[in-house]
Structures are given as structure tokens and as C-alpha cells.
DNA sequence: GACTATTTTCGTACACTGTACCGTACATCC
DNA sequence: GGATGTACGGTACAGTGTACGAAAATAGTC
């Protein structure tokens, strides 16, 4: 790639993610805002995906030179995390008044329609860097609702990253061969359809028979999100019922 | 990026992943193997990163032009893809004979082992796209010791999903924090140290009282990969144990 | 109104990227 | 010894993120 390596300062980071004040007054008025070159990105990133979003293109759609972007944004890398606090927000904030355990599962089904609705997410530079706002609005509602079932602070924290790990994954798995398709404009279905004969080349149902046994039964027609979802919720219910 | 959108032949992807042999006899001898390139292309993404593998550099360090390797491999993608199965033949078969539950235990302890020592992995353009031979032994054994827990098609697949998906998704949140404090330097008690007042500047005690009692408690020190799997293979045992 | 300080705007340039194209060098078969 | 088919690799092209620096526009001060 050619994109270098930025030193994004992470003091800049910050305070484009939490959007602190900068000193106005004299000089040049600024003919565009911070929002308006992230919405720009996000159309972008959600019509051609991360790999077409470029600061030339970003740029273009709003009628500026390229380099004026960089008023507004130091870099790309911190262009993409301002994109990606912004759409975090689309989800709703997790209130534990509803118990915990559905509004775990509330939680868990509004990423994963997230991410869904903003693949490149899933390619941003990612999590467990430096969070903005709406990012850490709901983690921290998030804990407070782990918090209500009666674990301690280790376990409020693993809880969250199950949560937040298992629906990360499986969507990276879910979304994928979803936009492979979607490139080709075929439909999912079609497109492995167009695919088996060639896998069954080398997949034989003597060599793999397990797998021969699950393709048979369909069960790849479901991404088995629900699934996955009701199991890991079950193990956490575990461990709170072994709770003091 | 400037990557154009390769338009991967999938016959060929599949003819490199499984090493279909060629028609060999006429014409000048290759001076290189396929597993040359693709060992080459291994040792520079696990030292530099996928970002900083090149077909350029990948062909410096074998001494050749960049343009001969493209006899070896239909593109970039292929290769990554070639990479890919190769790294994951690392990890042991899984066998149903330790009993389902360690066994399946090992083998997300193996893939996590894995994602750590080749982070690249969860960069590329991801699983659930033509698998090679190493991939698909694993997931034939892997669902044969669901089966031998007396599961049907459509759960084998589910618990198989759940698991891959929830290594993956917390690989891909550990190893990032991890390649960020790598690349400066620092441990990664150091980095975030260094970040932690500026953090503190906008993250406080007041507005995020269930995050900071987390971090309060030292629980960022451990990655919770132990704790979710835990989790994870109770959630199984209880579906295990209600089924016939 | 003139001057100065400060900010935004953006053209140009640079070091990269993946790979299409195509002539050349080589090994085997007839 | 051709003919044929393969491997090799130089050149070229359309992209990328962004450093640099000059020009333009605004606000405050005299």
C-alpha cells in the first residue's frame, strides 16, 4: 500500500474524536466543518467500501482541494476513527432497566446490524484504540449493565469482551463473503451456487464427510449469528447464577 | 489504495491453494517454487506487516523481478491467500479421541497462539472465501468432534462458528493494541501508560464511573481470552448436555 | 483605510503501490 | 536445427497519502 506509516499524534486523535474546542477568531473563515468531511467519508466508505475511500475522492465530493482536507483532519488513519465514533452513535445506548441479559442481547444484535450497515468497520485501523465519544458512552452503559447482574470489575470487563469479540468475529466472517458477492452483483446464494462445482473438485464428500455431512443438511444458508449469540449469553448466565 | 480490484480467477485461486500440479516438460525451468514465494511472503509479513508487503519486496528478497513472480502466483490476493493456509497448517488436527470439550478447548487456544504470532492473518482478506487444503482439514475435524458431542449438522456448524468467530473477533481487539505498542517501541503497559493522562483529560471518573472502576481494578491487564472461552464452552455444555 | 497576524486553500511533488504489456532468454519436442 | 511453449523482467500507468509552500481571505490594531 501506499499509504506511509502516519505519526498520528494522539493528542490531535483525542481532540478530533471528542471534537475539543480550537481557538477561533482571526484568520480565514473555514468553508466546511469537521462533520460535514466525516459524513462525506462515511457515504463513501458505505458505497465503495474502505479500500475506494481516498482523500482525493473525499475531497472531490465536496467541491475542495484535496490537501484542504487536512484543516480539518490530520491524516486519514484519524479521518477513519472520527468515522467510525460517528456511526457508533447510530446504535442505541444499552440500558440495563431492561435486565441483563436482554439488554445484552440488544446490545449484541444492534452491532451486529452496525456492522452490517458499515462493513468497513470491521477494516478500520479497529477497536482498543483510542475511543471517542459515543464509543465510550456505551461500553461504559455496557458495563454498568454487567455491573447490575452482580460481577465484580474482572469479570464486568471479560463479559464485555466476549460480548464484544464474538459479534466482531462472526460478523468479519458473516460480511465478507457477503461483499465478495455483492461485488459481482449476484446474490449470496448465487454466488457459492457458481462456486461448488469447482469446490467439490477438491472437496469430496469421502475426504471431508463431516463437512460434506453440514453442507448437505444447508446449514450454510444461515449465518448462525442467533445461535452463537443464545450460547454465549447461556455461559454468561452461568457464571452470574455462581455469583455471590 | 492503489490496488485495482483483482478479478481472481477462482479456478486459479484454487488450482495455487491446492497445488493442482501443472503441466510440466516444455519450456525454460522455473527457478522458484510456489513455496518459496509464499515462505518469502510469510518472514516479510511477519516482521513488517501486511501494510508493508509488496510484490516488490517480496521479489528483493528472492533476487528476482517483481514481474516473475506473477509466474508463480495470479496476484497479490492469491499470494496472501497462499500465506494464509500455509500458517494455518501450524496448528494441530483436531481429534475427537481427548473428548470434546478440551479438544475444542486446544483448538481455539492453538488458533489464538496462531493469530498472535502472524497478525497478519486477521487482515487478510479474510476466512470464509475459497479455503485451501490446511483450512479445510482443520474445520472437517474440528466438526467431527462437535458431532461425536451428539449435535446435528445445523449445531456442528453453529458451535463452529461461535468459537472461530469469538478467537477471532478477540485476536483481532488484542492483537491491535498489541501491533500499536510494538511498532513504537514500548511495551504495552508502557503505551497505554504514556496515553493514560490524556485519556484521563476526557475519559473521568464522574461521567464513566463503571469504566473507570474497571480500570481502576487493573482488569485491562489481562486480554480475557481465557475468561471468554470459559464462557463460551459452558454455553456449549449446557446445549450439549439438553440434546439426545 | 492600511497594516499585520493568523488561518484556510490547494497546486505541485515524491515515494510508493499492483499489475498489463511485451520483448527476450531458455528448455524441450519433433 | 527449428518450432513451440514457458519463465524472466524492464517499462509504463493509474492510483495512493501527505510534506511543502505560496496565495488568498479574514480579524484586530493603529
Redesign the interface.
Known sequence: ???K?ERRE??RT?ALL?RAPGDAGRGRKPGLTIDTVVAAGIELADRDGL?DL?MRRVAEKLGVGTMSLYTYVPGKADLVAAMRDHVVGETAVPDKAAGWRPALETYARDLWALYHRHPWLL?A???????G?NE??R???L??VI?SAGL????????F??L???????????V??QL?SA?SGLTEIEWWAE?EP??N???TAE?????S??A??G??D???FD??L???????E??VQASP
Not at 470489575?153 to 463479559?159: K, R
Not at 475426504?207 to 463437512?211: D, G, I, V
Not at 443464545?230 to 454468561?236: N, Q
Open positions: 500500500m501506499a499509504e506509516i494522539p493528542a483525542m471528542w479500500a481516498s477494516l485501523p479497529c477497536a482498543h484504540e483510542l475511543q465519544p465510550t458512552v461500553m461504559d452503559a458495563l454498568t455491573e465484580d470489575a474482572h469479570h464486568m470487563l471479560g463479559v469482551l466476549l464484544e469479540g464474538y459479534v466482531r468475529g462472526l460478523a468479519t466472517l458473516s465478507d463473503s465478495a461485488r462456486r469447482l469446490i473438485a477438491y472437496v475426504k471431508f464427510p463431516a463437512l455431512k453440514v448437505a443438511a446449514a450454510f444461515t449465518d448462525g445461535f452463537g443464545a450460547r454465549t449469553l447461556d455461559g454468561i452461568l457464571l
